[in-house]
């Protein structure tokens, strides 16, 4: 039985700093029917991502904003309730790209079909996602980490970082991070297996902190966050240290240009490279990725952790929690059941 | 007939931002005598680069500090006056790492001998040496520069820059760059052969200086500079841009942390890169460098400049117009005649 209505949320207004609720709007609309090549979705899962913050704002990025308007994007876990594709028949779960919304209609082509048995279907929208893909990639094509190396990750708890710091340490690197409490810190040493963390909030010396975690300087530095630690990080690195850039989460709700020290001449003293990561342009080799980091955490190698906040209504208070750090885990947002 | 006395730059005290004359002492020592494998040299020139200002700081870098009341480190070229080893003779010219002085004893092995036939002994401290490598080094194996693509070079009309804009040029690539005056600026084009050039001091908005004169953007950025001109260059690089941090003069002279606009968040969206890169780990590779700079040299596909300072006290002057702007070309102190 579905939902008379398709509710969606949808984009108010550009926020000015930090996303307010009335940024954004909940709306009603018809659900529409699939053609010829598509299915019609019902959402269970729904992924909220620092990225989406870059959607908001309609400053030049890698990628179009949403309109105000417009339908906040994002990616999701789905039924299939009516299928016009022979690939796709009612009941398949797939991950697709169709938003904050409880239905969608979609091509069949381009979309994931999960198989429930082989891991939570939610997995999808995580370490067996965009998330764990990001991780992957970026530690191994941009970070290339040897062993022995000592890698550093900023956003320690989160679901790149989390995922990043692992597969570090199945390369055979020693791993420490940052986070933003002493909670996550925990999280990230005991089920994470960070060899050591620091909580940037409680240190009064980031440089001191660096030394202490990593008493071995720093080879490769995974960097979800940006802003001081990044600073703090750059002091810190050693010969032929490679810096991925993957996030920037601590100044996506920054007006204007945010100011810090200048660190370029710290790269010719230590021969260092800070290079940015996207994951769509590894998508070519999606299959390799997914076929690894399944087999880890099945082989409970790799461990995740997730933050599921209920309904689609609370998808905005979700997303803000990724820039409080309130969330410990991969933010999720449940906007239907597994089975109706 | 030698000097009766050796005549040496000592460094008197640690420069405070802009080295002043009196950070500089002139001093003289005996003419010292050469053991078995040494030679006597005679300097006729002394390079003068801005990496010295490092030298003259105690900060951390990727060399020891001169000691205070220490000789200055630098290349010179010089002639063979004594030998003590079978390799070099008497009224052999030879490039040597010797320093601030009109006479020094050096080890045989390790001395580069010069065929003043083949080119002006000078070169061997300008493009047939040290900034010509670098330029070479920094741009094919940091920047990667493939035919087509769009080059920018701070510091156009310099040792470095300009080896590094000709080299571009001779890879298949459209080149410009920036410079501190309009004679660097004519230099730069005319002598150089730079497709357009910007004079950042008469530039009020160097964001669309560099529209104009990259107008499709920038795919190599070679950067002996850094401050404002990089931080605006980081606003136009194309998808894929390699940075390579050669120098970053603008801030040798800066007392504690410059502060500028944070740019890590464009590396993510145009997925580029910023290394940087010293020329002493290609050292392996000096022949191949000079092999092929000293070719297009002799072809006339790679034309220097040089900008002579007569006398060793003067050395602090010359080294003091490098972070003035007013040297044009390579700059030199003749330190002795080329004849005696």
Redesign the interface.
């Known amino acids: 039985m579905t939902a008379a209505r398709n509710r969606q949320i949808v984009l108010a207004a550009r926020p000015q700093g930090m996303p307010r609720p009335d940024d954004f709007k909940l709306v009603e609309a018809p659900i529409p029917s699939p053609k010829d090549g598509e299915v019609l979705l019902r959402t269970i899962w729904l992924s909220v991502d620092p990225y989406m913050r870059g959607r908001m704002s309609d400053a ?3 990628a179009a904003p949403v309109a105000v308007g417009g339908l906040m994007v994002g990616d999701t876990v789905g039924e299939v309730m009516e299928s016009r594709d022979p690939s796709l028949k009612p009941g398949d779960v797939v991950q697709a790209y169709v938003g904050w919304q409880t239905h969608a209609v979609a091509r069949a082509r381009g979309l994931r079909k999960l198989d429930p048995k082989l891991a939570p279907v939610s997995t999808a929208l995580g370490i067996l996602g965009m998330p764990g893909m990001t991780a992957y990639f970026g530690l191994i094509e941009v970070g290339k980490p040897r062993p022995g190396d000592s890698v550093f990750v900023s956003g320690a708890a989160g679901a790149v970082g989390s995922a990043a710091g692992q597969i570090a340490r199945i390369a055979g690197c020693r791993v420490a991070g940052s986070v933003g409490s002493d909670a996550k810190a925990r999280q990230a040493r005991e089920t994470f297996g960070f060899d050591d963390v620091l909580n940037y909030k409680s240190e009064n010396d980031l440089g001191a902190a660096l030394r202490r975690v990593c008493p071995n300087g720093i080879d490769v530095y995974f ?1 979800n966050v ?2 001081p630690i ?1 600073d703090a990080v750059l002091g810190h690195i050693n010969l032929h240290a490679r810096v991925v ?4 989460i601590a ?1 996506y709700n920054e007006r204007g ?6 660190n ?15 994951v769509s ?1 590894f998508q070519a080799r999606e299959a390799e990725a997914l076929e690894r980091l399944g087999r880890w955490v099945r082989e409970g190698r790799i461990k995740y952790a997730e933050d599921v906040v209920e309904g689609l209504e609370n998808a905005p208070a979700a997303f803000l929690r990724l820039f409080t750090g309130a969330n410990t885990g991969k933010q999720l947002v449940r906007v239907g059941p597994d089975k109706i």
């Open positions: 030049a990025s890698y960097d940006g802003g990044t850039i993957c996030g920037q100044g240009k945010e100011m810090g020290p200048r370029l001449w710290q790269l010719i003293v230590k021969r260092a490279r800070i290079e940015g990561m996207l342009d």
